[in-house]
T-cell receptor, first 112, second 114 residues
């Protein structure tokens, strides 16, 4: 595997379910990001991690819970989501907070 | 706070024609500037970036962009479009000294006719 990978690619869940999105980067980067991409809206930064420490939480509801166990892996734990949370969730990584971000293919989430 | 405007939601060009996608930003200093492309069902791929130096930046796939400070613009150009260039294009702005807090435009969808 090369670059930034995300699993699953597609996820359908009910509002009472608990699920997790996984992101893995194979670039040796130290910073990782979660973004939300909704139809007709600009890409929204959700969380930023640098050397496993969270440096940015962009006022994201607590039903989204990120986890960064090491610099290569990033998770987004989901619980009691709303239908308006349906979107494409993109993960990105960069060498550091000054460098270019490289994106994964995204997870298409549908909340029923 | 910085902001990005991509005034064209949708553009259609013929294959072989030239292309220019517009991007205007609002920021008090010289920002970091990026263009990304997204094909259907895919993530974002970096086309090119501007941090400092030469204001004409060359990117992948034959794209280039020019930073014009006086116009607060960073327009993307390609002299001859290929059908495979059909995708959505995003301009993004980062604060000087950091590329971590990017603000994205709403995107321009490019359609290429044969």
């Amino acid at each position: 595997e090369t670059g930034v990978t995300q699993t699953p690619r597609h996820l359908v869940m009910g509002m009472t379910n608990k699920k997790s999105l996984k992101c893995e980067q194979h670039l040796g980067h130290n910073a990782m990001y979660w973004y939300k991409q909704s139809a007709k809206k600009p890409l929204e930064l959700m969380f930023v991690y640098n050397f496993k420490e969270q440096t940015e939480n962009n006022s994201v509801p607590s039903r989204f819970s990120p986890e960064c166990p090491n610099s290569s892996h990033l998770f987004l734990h989901l619980h009691t989501l709303q239908p308006e949370d349906s979107a494409l969730y993109l993960c990105a990584s960069s060498q550091d907070l000054l460098d270019t971000q490289y994106f994964g293919p995204g997870t298409r989430l549908t909340v029923l | 706070a910085q902001s990005v405007t991509q005034p064209d939601i949708h553009i259609t060009v013929s294959e072989g024609a030239s292309l220019e996608l517009r991007c205007n930003y609002s920021y008090g200093a010289t920002p970091y500037l990026f263009w990304y492309v997204q094909s259907p069902g895919q993530g974002l791929q970096l086309l090119l970036k501007y941090f400092s130096g030469d204001t004409l930046v060359q990117g992948i796939k034959g794209f280039e962009a020019e930073f014009k400070r006086s116009q607060s613009s960073f327009n993307l150009r390609k002299p001859s479009v290929h059908w495979s260039d059909a995708a959505e294009y995003f301009c993004a702005v980062g604060l000087t000294g950091t590329a971590s807090k990017l603000t994205f435009g709403t995107g321009t969808r490019l359609q290429v006719t044969l």
